[in-house]
Antibody, heavy 119, light 107 residues
Framework: EVQLLESGGGLVQPGGSLRLSCAASGFSFSNYAMSWVRQAPGKGLEWVSEISGSGESAYYADSVKGRFTISRDNSKNTLYLQMNSLRTEDTAVYYCAYGRYYAGSHDHWGQGTLVTVSS | DIQMTQSPSSLSASVGDRVTITCRARQGISNSLAWYQQKPGKAPKLLLY???RLESGVPSRFSGSGSGTDYTLTISSLQPEDFATYYCQQYYTTPYTFGQGTKLEIK
């Protein structure tokens, strides 16, 4: 059974940093691109970033480019999102997700972790 | 970025109704279109990918169609468990982009 378990969310002040983790199990982690998708309270879904299976390629939304870094450790089956220079508008539930069929078509999602940026 | 325009933003319907949600891309996306269902407090659930391919385990009352820039999600006969928010998403190119969502409510 595929499982994606996010952790690392919490309350952080504007300008602060946080690192999210997503522990994966039940599939060949290194074979699949992984994404982070977020959802601000009461708002819609926003794709944040994607990393290739090997970790060699990464892509970002303009809203986080230069502030967030996606990475993965295939030996630990874990995906990361390092978030720096956090802003109040980064407040959201962050989901990790992947797609078996196509990289951007996400058929498996974690339960999400809440990041709150507030003073 | 490819903007996705989804309509309507909200919809009231009754059990047994047939409903259609549309999604328009600002440019052609070659059927690289997914539909998701999301219930409050839960992660999104993939319903269809490739515009019309039903995800395993999803009831056949859900169907998708379209090509080029225009796509539709149809629910043939609404069931009580279908009342939720629906999103389209293009994965033709990064940044992947979502429609703004359609909240389907009970009439």
């Amino acid at each position: 059974e595929v499982q994606l378990l996010e952790s690392g969310g919490g309350l952080v002040q504007p300008g602060g940093s946080l690192r999210l983790s997503c522990a994966a199990s039940g599939f060949s982690f290194s074979n699949y691109a992984m994404s982070w998708v977020r959802q601000a309270p009461g708002k819609g879904l926003e794709w944040v970033s994607e990393i290739s299976g090997s970790g060699e390629s990464a892509y970002y939304a303009d809203s986080v480019k230069g502030r967030f870094t996606i990475s993965r450790d295939n030996s630990k089956n874990t995906l990361y999102l390092q978030m720096n220079s956090l802003r109040t508008e980064d407040t959201a539930v962050y989901y990790c997700a992947y797609g078996r069929y196509y990289a951007g078509s996400h058929d498996h999602w974690g339960q999400g972790t809440l990041v709150t940026v507030s003073s | 970025d490819i903007q996705m325009t989804q309509s309507p933003s909200s919809l009231s319907a009754s059990v047994g109704d047939r409903v259609t949600i549309t999604c328009r891309a600002r440019q052609g996306i070659s059927n690289s279109l997914a539909w998701y269902q999301q219930k409050p407090g839960k992660a999104p659930k993939l319903l269809l990918y490739g515009a019309s391919r039903l995800e395993s385990g999803v009831p056949s009352r859900f169907s998708g169609s379209g090509s080029g820039t225009d796509y539709t999600l149809t629910i043939s006969s609404l069931q009580p468990e279908d009342f939720a928010t629906y999103y389209c998403q293009q994965y033709y190119t990064t940044p992947y982009t979502f429609g703004q969502g359609t909240k389907l409510e009970i009439k």
